[in-house]
C-alpha cells in the first residue's frame, strides 16, 4: 500500500490498553478540527470532529480533546484493538474556513498482541 | 463511508503526457478539494472548489488545473506530467452550514506513476 510518511512517530499499545495520540497546532484562529485514520492503501477515515467552542467530544471509543489555550489536540482510543493499528493525523480548518484544511504529519499506531 | 469515487485508481504514464483524474460524489455537498500525499510531506492542497465553475489555488498547484461543471465532478488535470508529480492524490468534499465548514470527507485515492 501507499507509504503515507518514512519516518512517522510510532505509538506501540498494548491490545486492550487506553492509546493517547497527540497533535499540536499553530493558528489560534482555526475553529474546527479533525482526526483521521488512514489505512495501508486506503483514504483518510474520517474519526470524529470538534469546533473550537467545544474541549471535549466523545464518539465510539473515541474521545477527542481539544486545549485551545495551548494549542493542542488529543485523541483517546479506549480499549484499542488490532484493527486500530494505522496511521492518525489530525486536521485544522483556518481562515479562510472552507478552503484551508492543514494537515499534521501523524502518528503511526501499532497495537501489540 | 460517504459517496466519492475516483478514476482510475491506478495510473502510469510517461514524462510529457496529459493525465485527467476524475472526483465524483453523490454527496450534493458544495466544497471540493484535490490532494496529494507525498512521505514527509503529508497531504498538500492542490485546488479546491466552492462550487460549479468556482475553483482556486491551493498550496501546490503549479502544474496543474481543475475544472467543475457540475457539483458532482471535480477533474484535476497535470497538463504534461512530470516525475516530480509522481503521488498518491485524493479528493475530498466538505460542506458549510451555520456552523461554518464541517466533515471533510475524503475518496480512495489514485496511485499516478510517471516515468
Known amino acids: 500500500g501507499e507509504s503515507v510518511g518514512l519516518h512517522l512517530p510510532t505509538l506501540s499499545v498494548q491490545e486492550g490498553d487506553n492509546s493517547i495520540i497527540n497533535c499540536a497546532y499553530s493558528?489560534?484562529?482555526?475553529?474546527?478540527f479533525i482526526w483521521y485514520k488512514q489505512e495501508s492503501g486506503k483514504g483518510p477515515q474520517f474519526i470524529i470532529d470538534?469546533?473550537?467552542?467545544?474541549d471535549k467530544r466523545q464518539g465510539q471509543r473515541v474521545t477527542v480533546l481539544l486545549n485551545k489555550t495551548v494549542k493542542h489536540l488529543s485523541l483517546q482510543i479506549a480499549a484499542t484493538q488490532p484493527g486500530d493499528s494505522a496511521v492518525y493525523f489530525c486536521?485544522?480548518?483556518?481562515?479562510?474556513?472552507?478552503?484551508?484544511?492543514?494537515f499534521g504529519p501523524g502518528t503511526r499506531l501499532s497495537v501489540l498482541p | 463511508d460517504a459517496g466519492i469515487t475516483q478514476s482510475p485508481r491506478h495510473k502510469v504514464t510517461e514524462t510529457g503526457t496529459p493525465v485527467t483524474l476524475r472526483c465524483h460524489q453523490t454527496?450534493?455537498?458544495?466544497?471540493m478539494y484535490w490532494y496529494r500525499q507525498d512521505p514527509g510531506h503529508g497531504l498538500r492542497l492542490i485546488h479546491y472548489?466552492?462550487?460549479?465553475?468556482?475553483?482556486d489555488k491551493g498550496e501546490v498547484s503549479d502544474g496543474y488545473s481543475v475544472s467543475r461543471s457540475k457539483t458532482e465532478d471535480f477533474l484535476l488535470t497535470l497538463e504534461s506530467a512530470t516525475s516530480s508529480q509522481t503521488s498518491v492524490y485524493f479528493c475530498?468534499?466538505?460542506?458549510?452550514?451555520?456552523?461554518?465548514?464541517?466533515?471533510?470527507?475524503f475518496g480512495p485515492g489514485t496511485r499516478l506513476t510517471v516515468t
Open positions: 475530498a468534499i466538505s460542506e458549510a452550514g451555520l456552523a461554518g465548514v464541517y466533515e471533510q470527507y
Open positions: 493558528n489560534s484562529a482555526s475553529d474546527y
Open positions: 470538534i469546533r473550537s467552542n467545544m
Open positions: 486536521a485544522e480548518s483556518r481562515p479562510p474556513y472552507g478552503q484551508n484544511f492543514v
Open positions: 454527496e450534493n455537498h458544495r466544497y
Open positions: 472548489s466552492y462550487g460549479v465553475k468556482d475553483t
